[in-house]
Antibody, heavy 117, light 112 residues
C-alpha cells in the first residue's frame, strides 16, 4: 500500500525557516517524481514544487523561488521541502504528492504550517 | 500561468440524480501528442485530494464508472451519474500541461 507521511510542520515566526519531510513507503520511491502542494481556505490548492526521480530537475512556483528548496533522498525514501524566509502567506496545509506524468496519484494527509509572530 | 476556472453546482443535488461540473482553462490543454492534460480530483471532507480522472477522460484505477470526463481543449466537464453519499466533497480540475501546475478553485457537491 502506498503511503506518504508528512512531518515537520508547526508554528514559526515570519522570516524564520522550517523543513518538511515526507516519508514514502509501499512503492519504489526512486522511480517516481514527487511534489509538494499546499492548500488554504482562501487560495485553494496551490502547487509549490516538483522534483524528478533522481533529484536533478526541480521546479518551483514563482512565489517560493529562492526561498524554498525541494530535495529527496532515495536511499531513505524521503523527500523534503526546506522553507526559508517564511511569510504569512505561506501559511497552509502542505501535502506531499507522488507525481507520475500527467497527474498526482497519491497524496499524504498533509501537515500544517503557520507563519505568525 | 494557465488559469483554471470552475463552475458552481446547484446544490444540494438529490441522491440518485446526475451532476455535471464544468472547468475552463485559459489556454488549450491539448498536447502535441494528442492527449489533453486535464485532471479531476475529489477532496472528501477531512481528507486529502484523490485522483479521479486524467487525460481529460481516463478514469484512475479504482474509480467508479459513474464518473466520466469530457471536453475540448479549453472547456471540460466532469459528470457524476447517480450521485451517492460518498461523492460529497469538493471537486478540483487541474492542468498538467505546463509549470506551474494550476488548479481550479473547486466545486462543492452537497447531497440532498
Amino acid at each position: 500500500e502506498v503511503q506518504l507521511v508528512e512531518s515537520g510542520g508547526g508554528l514559526v515566526q515570519p522570516g524564520r525557516s522550517l523543513k518538511l519531510s515526507c516519508a514514502a513507503s509501499g512503492f519504489t520511491f526512486s522511480n517516481y517524481g514527487m511534489a509538494w502542494v499546499r492548500q488554504t481556505p482562501t487560495k485553494g490548492l496551490e502547487w509549490v514544487a516538483s522534483i524528478s526521480t533522481g533529484g536533478g530537475n526541480t521546479y518551483y512556483r514563482d512565489s517560493v523561488k529562492g526561498r524554498f528548496t525541494i530535495s529527496r533522498d532515495n536511499a531513505k525514501n524521503t523527500q523534503y521541502l526546506q522553507m526559508d524566509s517564511l511569510r504569512s502567506e505561506d501559511t497552509a496545509t502542505y501535502y506531499c504528492a507522488r507525481s507520475l506524468l500527467p497527474y498526482f496519484d497519491y497524496w499524504g494527509q498533509g501537515v500544517m504550517v503557520t507563519v505568525s509572530s | 500561468d494557465i488559469v483554471m476556472t470552475q463552475g458552481a453546482l446547484p446544490n444540494p443535488v438529490p441522491s440518485g440524480e446526475s451532476a455535471s461540473i464544468t472547468c475552463q482553462s485559459s489556454k488549450s490543454l491539448l498536447h502535441s501528442n494528442g492527449k489533453t492534460y486535464l485532471n479531476w480530483y475529489l477532496q472528501r471532507p477531512g481528507q486529502s485530494p484523490q485522483l479521479l480522472i486524467y487525460w481529460m477522460s481516463t478514469r484512475a484505477s479504482g474509480v467508479s464508472d459513474r464518473f466520466s470526463g469530457s471536453g475540448s481543449g479549453t472547456d471540460f466537464t466532469l459528470k457524476i451519474s447517480s450521485v451517492e453519499a460518498e461523492d460529497v466533497g469538493v471537486y478540483y480540475c487541474q492542468q498538467f500541461l505546463e509549470y506551474p501546475r494550476t488548479f481550479g478553485g473547486g466545486t462543492k457537491l452537497e447531497l440532498k
